[in-house]
C-alpha cells in the first residue's frame, strides 16, 4: 500500500482514479478540469489524483506543443494542489528536474521511455516522493522490478507500476493484461493507464489513437483488480494540444466511472 496524502493506493483497496489534461496548456483548463473532476469523483466517492505533466519532453516532432514554461506550468499545478486539496502528479523527464517538481506534486512519474534510466530514477526516489514508474512499451513486466529497485535503493518504497501498453510492431500498441497480474506479484500498487495504451505511436509526424478502446481497456483491466485507473482527460480531446487521438472526453467521465465501480466493487468485494 501506498499512501498520496490520505489517499491509500494498493490492488485489494477501492481503486483510485488518477486523470487530467495530457499536458498544462494554459491556466483556465487545469483549474476547470480539475475542479469538474473533483465534483464528479466527490460524488462517486472515488477517491482523485490530478495528472498534468508540466511540459511535454517526448513528442515525435520538433513543430509539437511541448508546454507553456516548466515554472509557469508548476504554478499552476501548484494552485490546484493548495487551492482544490488535491494531490498531484506531473512527469519529469531529467535527474535535474526531480527537485524542482517535488515543490509542485505529491507524485513524480517517470514517463515510460525513460523507465530503465538509473539516473532520474534515483532522483526520483532521493526526494521521498511517491515514484509512479510507467512500464516501458520495450519492456517485459516482470523487468519492473529492476527499475522499481533503483527507487528503493534511495531508501524510498512509495513506488507505483502503471502498465500502458507495449509494441507491436511499428505504430501500434497492444495491452497483455497478464502483465498486470505480474507487476501485482512484484508487491506494488498497479495503474493502468487505459489512454496511453491507446495510442498509435509516431505516425504522420504525431502520435495518434483509438479513443473507442478507452473504456473496454479500462473494464478489463478493473475486472483483473488494479490499485488506480489513469486516463488523460480533457473537455475537447480533438482540440487537445497533445494526445488529442488518445484523451477521454471529460463529458464522459462520470458515466464511465459508474461502471467502473460496479466492477471494481465486484472484484474485490466491498
Known amino acids: 500500500m501506498v499512501k498520496v496524502q490520505d489517499i491509500e493506493i494498493a490492488n485489494d483497496k477501492p481503486f483510485v482514479l488518477i486523470a487530467g489534461p495530457c499536458v498544462v496548456e494554459n491556466e483556465l483548463l487545469v483549474l476547470s478540469t480539475a475542479e469538474r473532476i473533483k465534483e464528479i469523483t466527490s460524488k462517486l466517492n472515488i477517491p482523485f489524483i490530478f495528472k498534468s505533466s508540466y511540459r511535454k519532453a517526448n513528442r515525435t516532432s520538433k513543430k509539437s506543443f511541448q508546454g507553456i514554461g516548466d515554472i509557469k506550468a508548476l504554478k499552476i499545478l501548484g494552485k490546484v494542489r493548495a487551492k482544490m486539496q488535491i494531490p498531484v502528479l506531473t512527469d519529469i523527464h531529467l535527474p535535474e528536474e526531480a527537485e524542482l517538481a517535488a515543490q509542485y506534486a505529491d507524485v513524480l512519474q517517470i514517463p515510460a521511455f525513460l523507465s530503465r534510466q538509473t539516473d532520474i530514477l534515483i532522483a526520483a526516489g532521493k526526494t521521498g516522493k511517491v515514484v509512479n514508474i510507467k512500464k516501458g512499451q520495450f519492456l517485459a513486466p516482470e523487468d519492473m522490478k529492476y527499475s522499481a529497485e533503483k527507487v528503493i535503493s534511495t531508501g524510498n518504497k512509495r513506488i507505483l507500476l502503471t502498465e500502458r501498453g507495449s509494441m507491436f510492431g511499428y505504430h501500434n500498441l497492444v495491452v497483455d493484461f497478464k502483465s498486470l497480474v505480474i507487476m501485482k506479484k512484484l508487491g506494488f500498487p498497479v495503474v493502468m ?77 466491498y
Open 193 to 269: 493507464d487505459a489512454t496511453h495504451s491507446v495510442q498509435v505511436p509516431s505516425r504522420g509526424g504525431k502520435s495518434g489513437g483509438k479513443r473507442i478502446f478507452i473504456e473496454p481497456l479500462a473494464k478489463a483491466a478493473t475486472a483483473i483488480g488494479i490499485a488506480s485507473l489513469f486516463l488523460e482527460v480533457h473537455p475537447k480531446p480533438e482540440n487537445a494540444l497533445s494526445d488529442s487521438g488518445s484523451q477521454f472526453s471529460l463529458n464522459k467521465l462520470e458515466k464511465l466511472l459508474n461502471k467502473i465501480i460496479c466492477i471494481d466493487k465486484l472484484v474485490k468485494n
